[in-house]
C-alpha cells in the first residue's frame, strides 16, 4: 500500500513544530519521505493537497467505546444515580454482539473526527479488539478488573481470561493488550497487585480511573486510610506504565509523587464537567512538574461524543476560565497534549504523534475550504479554538486510508448507523 499526498499544509509536531507546504510519500505503514520539493512517484492513492492541512492523527487517552450505545441514555443526572439507574443496568444486558455493534459506531465517529489511536478500558475486550483490527484503526485496550468481576466474567475467571487476552493481542501491529484496573473504589489492594504482577510479567503498561470526584477520594481514604494516589503508590502502581485517567481531585504532593513515578495522565475536560466533578484537573501544576500529559473524550455515555477537537477546546477554555489567565494553557500546549502527549502516555513517542520521516503513517487531513478557517492567521489556533471534527476528510492509519474525503473505506456507513439504533432501543426496551 502506498499513499502519495501532493503539495499540503503541514503541521509536522517535530521537535521544532514546524510547518511548511511538502509532499508526502508514505510507503507500506511508513512516512517514507517528506520533500519541498516535487515527489514523483506512482502511488496506489494520489491525494491532492489543495485547501487542506495534514497532521498527526489524534490519540484519545481514555474511553470505553461501546458505550456509544448509550449516548444520550442518562443525561443531567448525580453520578452516583447515572451509574446505578442507568449505565450498570444495561451494561449488565451487553454481550459480545452488542459490544461489537458499539465498537463500530465508535470507530466511524472517531474516524470521521480525526482520531486514529485510543485507550479503551472495557469488558469483553476481545470483540473490540477483532473490531478495531478488521477495520484498521489503533487501539490500547483495557481488560478491566473490577472486585465483584464485569459483565463478562465472575471475579475467579479475570486472571486466567486476562492471561489469554495478553497473549493473543501482545504483538498484533494495531492493537495492544492494557491491563485495567477499574479504581481504587472498585478494586481492593489484591485486585491492585494481582494486576500488577500480570503488567510487569507481559511488560505492558496500565489504565485506571483516579481521584475523579470527591466522594471517590473520601470514600477510598476511609476504607483504606489512603487517598487514590497514595493507595497505587503504597501497592507498586504509580509506575512509568501507568496512565491515570481524570486526576480531578489531586494536591500538589501527589502530583509530586505522579512525577516521581514517571506516571502519565488522561485530562477528560468534558465528560468531568458534564457530571460535575467540581474539580479541576491541576493541569498547569502538571507541565510545571513536567508530567506527561494527554487528552481523553471518557465515553459517549458521559460526553456524549468523541470528537477530540472538542475536547482540546474545552481542555483550553476550562483552564482559562478558572485561573483566570488566558494565558495560562496555550493553543500549541493543548494539541501537544492529543499528539504528542497521547504519543507518550501509549509508549510510541519514537512512532506516532508527529508527520515525520521513519514515522508510522497516521495521518488525518482537514478541509479548510470552510468559513470558518478564514482568515487563516494561525493554524494552530484554528485547531483548537475553530476546527470541528466534520472538518476531517482523509484518516490514514498504519499506512491504510480508513477514509479519503468523506468516503469510508472499512465501513459501511448507513448500515453501521442502523444497526447500532436498533441494537441501542433493543437493550433499554
Not at 449516548?71 to 461489537?100: C, H, Q
Request: hydrophobic share 35%; proline share 4%.
Amino acid at each position: 500500500m502506498s499513499i502519495l499526498i501532493k503539495k499540503a499544509k503541514i503541521i509536522t509536531q517535530n521537535k521544532k513544530r514546524e510547518q511548511y507546504q511538502a509532499d508526502i510519500f508514505i510507503d507500506s505503514d511508513r512516512i517514507a519521505e517528506i520533500s519541498k520539493n516535487s515527489i514523483s512517484v506512482e502511488a496506489d492513492y494520489k491525494l491532492s493537497g489543495k485547501d487542506k492541512l495534514v497532521l498527526p492523527g489524534l490519540i484519545n487517552t481514555h474511553t470505553h467505546v461501546p458505550m456509544t450505545l448509550l449516548r444520550g441514555y442518562g443525561d443531567d443526572m448525580v453520578l452516583k444515580n447515572w451509574l446505578e439507574e442507568r449505565i450498570w443496568p444495561i451494561e449488565s444486558k451487553f454481550n459480545s454482539k452488542s459490544i461489537e455493534i458499539g465498537t463500530k459506531l465508535a470507530m466511524l465517529e472517531m474516524i470521521s473526527t480525526g482520531t486514529t489511536s485510543y485507550i479503551d478500558m472495557y469488558f469483553f475486550e476481545d470483540a473490540i479488539g477483532e473490531v478495531t483490527q478488521k477495520i484498521g484503526m489503533r487501539g490500547f485496550l483495557g481488560f478491566a478488573f473490577i472486585d465483584n468481576g464485569t459483565p463478562e466474567y465472575s471475579y475467579e475467571e479475570l486472571i486466567p481470561n486476562c492471561d489469554k487476552f495478553v497473549r493473543r493481542w501482545k504483538n498484533k501491529d494495531l492493537i495492544k493488550p492494557v491491563i485495567a484496573p477499574h479504581g481504587t473504589y472498585t478494586c481492593g489492594p489484591e485486585t491492585l497487585q494481582k494486576s500488577l504482577e500480570i503488567a510487569i510479567k507481559n511488560d505492558i503498561f496500565m489504565h485506571i480511573h483516579c481521584s475523579e470526584t470527591r466522594e471517590e477520594v473520601y470514600n477510598v481514604q476511609r476504607q483504606y486510610g489512603l487517598r487514590p494516589i497514595n493507595q497505587l503508590k503504597k501497592y507498586g502502581l504509580l509506575n512509568d506504565k501507568m496512565v491515570l485517567a481524570h486526576c480531578s481531585w489531586i494536591t500538589k504532593n501527589e502530583i509530586l509523587d505522579i512525577k516521581k513515578g514517571n506516571s502519565k495522565i488522561s485530562h477528560n475536560p468534558v465528560s468531568n464537567m458534564k457530571i460535575a466533578t467540581g474539580g479541576y484537573t491541576p493541569v498547569p501544576e502538571l507541565i510545571d512538574s513536567k508530567v506527561t500529559v494527554g487528552l481523553g473524550t471518557d465515553g459517549a455515555a458521559s460526553n456524549n461524543c468523541l470528537d477530540m477537537f472538542e475536547t482540546m477546546k474545552f481542555c483550553a477554555l476550562i483552564h482559562k476560565q478558572h485561573r483566570w489567565d488566558p494565558v495560562i494553557l496555550p493553543a500549541q500546549t493543548v494539541f501537544d497534549f492529543s499528539t504528542i502527549g497521547g504519543s507518550k502516555c501509549v509508549g510510541m513517542e519514537n512512532y506516532i504523534g508527529s508527520i515525520e520521516e521513519g514515522k508510522i503513517a497516521d495521518i488525518i487531513m482537514l478541509d479548510l475550504k470552510n468559513p470558518h478557517f478564514i482568515p487563516k492567521f494561525n493554524l494552530i489556533s484554528h485547531l483548537v479554538y475553530t476546527t470541528k471534527g466534520s472538518d476531517v476528510c482523509t484518516s490514514i492509519v498504519n499506512g491504510k486510508p480508513l477514509m479519503i474525503n468523506g468516503e469510508f473505506l472499512t465501513l459501511n456507513y448507513d448500515d453501521t448507523l442502523e444497526e447500532a439504533e436498533n441494537c441501542a432501543y433493543e437493550l433499554i426496551s
